[in-house]
């Protein structure tokens, strides 16, 4: 992804909130590739846990690669890893745990069947 103007500062440095958006962005594609639906009203997924380790600024303009993997998977939780690259250079280095929540009772639930296969 291109870093747009809406996502520095002035002085022309990704803001660190919007480097969390490229995570977020770059999760969905995760769960579009492998054909996991993520709009499915049987639960929500929320956002449990964030760590981020800033190892360079990333600029306005700049192209930005964005991985992330599926490190583990627990009964009620999945970590992804993620590294944020431009070229060969990192940028930052993060990792999420996410949580599915009953729509409805709003309480924490077992990952779903499909959701490693």
């Known amino acids: ?13 990704v803001h660190h909130t919007k480097l969390v958006a490229y995570l977020e962005r770059a999760r ?40 992330v993997k599926l ?13 944020i690259l431009r070229n060969s250079d990192l940028i930052a280095k993060a990792e999420t745990e996410i949580a599915f929540v009953d729509p409805e009772t709003k309480k924490i639930v077992p990952l779903p069947e499909n959701f490693t296969d």
């Not at 992804?1 to 440095?13: A, L, R």
């Not at 054909?35 to 990333?58: N, Q, R």
């Not at 490190?71 to 970590?79: I, Y």
């Open 71 to 83: 490190k583990s998977t627990e009964t009620f939780k999945c970590t992804f890893a993620y590294r």
């Open 1 to 13: 992804m291109t870093v747009q103007f809406e996502d520095v500062d002035s002085y022309q440095i």
């Open 28 to 67: 969905v594609q995760f769960f579009r590739r492998i054909g996991f639906d993520i709009t499915s009203k049987m639960y929500e997924m929320v956002l449990y846990t964030i760590t981020m380790t800033f190892k360079k600024p990333a600029r306005f303009l700049d192209n930005l690669t964005v991985s």
